[in-house]
């Protein structure tokens, strides 16, 4: 009698367990869930900086302030998943739904607000807060619905296992697949609908949903409409998003691996390219910029053959070249290869870049310069380095000792090597710490400025092995040039008490004293 009873208590304890577990495969299906919701979460935060990085500049530190106010906000999230009670999978249902909708939302609204709201970061951090809190519930919420069907040790290292193997995933397609194929925002809409999903399936596939089944149901397909729906229509989004932070209407934008790419025009025939939202250039008067660049140099060496060009992928460094006859070979090396072929294959680019990057002297290499010019065996006469501005620390490793130093060992016997330093008005710091970089590696400066209207006066730096050996009135220059004359060259060296020469430190990879100057000088102004 005792046994049987014994028996008959196991049996309808086995029989509760199946029936709150809702059968054997459900701890399966809660774990791959955990991969799911890891890979959605690192993605939100990963967009949230990029997109940080593209619309305020210095990737370094919004990338550590957004993922610092993520994780933050995660952890209060996991503490404040201890007040969730009752019915924990309905908890869960409905926070995958919430997690779907705002985690979908936000690049989005992030792009779209950018133009139209005073206190931009505040929107950002905010939006980040919510996320991370939210993100924070998920995994605290999953052990305890685990909790009993699994044991502890168990259920601990699986757990975390899907977590980190899902962080891992999304570390590798976001910027291999996601950014340059599906962009930001098809990006964020199709990721919260994988969260929206998550909650769809596991509202079926347990017998204790029945209840509240048909409701869930429903608000879970709207989501995936709007969801949907943002997909399909995220390149309007994005278009109406930029048309609103650019003055002029967009006429092509790309998000690669590397960047943002975006060129605008307007009724004037004007292009303007915008690199993460900084502007390039401008077709009104980029002649300025790169006659400023290329003539100082060329005019006083008029028997350099091999000339190097780092950075400059939209060719017009290399139009200015090409005006000199002797020039034999140009090798070109750019980091982006979606932005050489834009400036191959767009024929209003084409015409501006005077069809420059189809030339049979020039040579096209897309790849980092700093490795490639460690690999290199080339000297070359003359080396126009036309980088982005410092703004960040990846691009400021470009402005080193160490880099200058490599690039030295590429220059022939009296050898030029011309920087472009941004603007020694706005950034002074930043513009004379070059100059003083460039002396600390072994070569003689010789800084120089021209004022070109889409960005203000613009700081140049002319440098040579040998010191004395460059005279600001050399010799003849090409026909039909817009700006640069012999006389205009030879008032470039003399700059007024308001750009004259400052005491700072030198850039160097361990200090980067350089972005810390040029974040602070431009600052105020947007990040140049």
Not at 300 to 325: F, N, T
Not at 388 to 398: A, H, Q, R, T
Request: glycine residues 10%.
């Amino acid at each position: 009698m005792g046994e049987g009873s014994l028996l008959a208590r196991r049996r309808r304890a086995r029989a509760a367990q199946a029936a709150d577990a809702g059968g054997a495969p459900r701890p399966a299906l809660l774990l791959g869930s955990v991969a799911v919701i890891a890979t959605c979460g690192l993605l939100y935060e990963l967009i949230a900086g990029t997109l940080a990085s593209y619309l305020l500049g210095d990737s370094v530190t919004q990338f550590s302030t957004v993922i610092g106010v993520y994780l933050f906000s995660m952890g209060v999230g996991s503490w404040l998943s201890r007040y969730l009670g009752g019915q924990l999978l309905r908890w869960f249902i409905r926070l995958e739904i919430l997690v779907g909708l705002v985690g979908g939302a936000s690049a989005p609204l992030l792009f779209g607000l950018f133009a139209h709201v005073g206190s931009f970061r505040v929107l950002l951090y905010g939006l980040v807060g919510l996320l991370g809190a939210l993100v924070g519930l998920e995994i605290p919420l999953l052990l305890r619905i685990l909790q009993g069907r699994l044991a502890f040790k168990e259920l601990v290292a699986r757990v975390f296992t899907f977590d980190y193997v899902g962080s891992l995933l999304a570390a590798v397609i976001f910027p291999l697949v996601l950014v340059p194929r599906l962009g930001l925002v098809r990006t964020a809409l199709l990721f919260g609908a994988l969260n929206v999903v998550v909650a769809g399936v596991s509202l079926l596939s347990f017998d204790e949903t029945k209840p509240y089944r048909r409701r869930y149901l429903g608000i879970i397909a709207l989501s995936l409409l709007a969801l949907g729906a943002g997909v399909v229509g995220a390149e309007r989004i994005q278009r109406y998003a930029e048309g609103e932070v650019f003055q002029d209407t967009v006429i092509y934008a790309q998000s690669t691996p590397y960047q943002r790419l975006v060129l605008t025009g307007n009724h004037r025939g004007e292009l303007r390219l915008f690199l993460n939202g900084n502007l390039q250039f401008s077709s009104a008067d980029e002649y300025r910029y790169h006659e400023a660049l290329v003539h100082p140099a060329l005019q006083d060496r008029p028997q350099a053959r091999q000339i190097l060009v780092l950075g400059g992928g939209d060719g017009l460094a290399v139009r200015e070249i090409l005006k000199y006859p002797q020039v034999q070979r140009i090798r070109l090396i750019d980091l982006d290869p979606a932005m050489t072929k834009l400036f191959k294959s767009n024929q209003l680019l084409r015409e501006l870049n005077h069809n420059s990057l189809h030339s049979p002297k020039v040579d096209i290499h897309n790849a980092d310069a700093y490795a490639w010019l460690r690999q290199d065996t080339t000297r070359y006469d003359v080396v126009f380095v036309d980088f982005p501005d410092p703004g960040n620390y990846s691009i400021g490793k470009l402005y080193t000792t160490a880099f200058y130093q490599t690039l030295r060992q590429r220059l022939r016997p009296g050898g030029l090597v011309v920087v472009q330093a941004t603007s020694p008005y706005i950034a002074r710091r930043a513009y004379w710490c070059v100059v003083h970089t460039l002396a600390a590696s072994g070569l003689a400066p010789v800084p120089y400025h021209a004022y070109v209207p889409s960005f203000g006066e613009w700081g140049y730096v002319l440098a040579q092995a040998q010191p004395g050996t460059w005279r600001p009135d050399g010799g003849p220059l090409p026909p039909g040039l817009r700006y640069a004359t012999p006389k205009v060259i030879g008032q470039m060296c003399a700059f007024p008490p308001d750009m004259s020469e400052v005491p700072t430190e030198v850039n160097q990879l361990n200090n980067q004293a350089l972005v810390r100057y040029f974040e602070e000088e431009w600052g105020p102004y947007g990040n140049g």
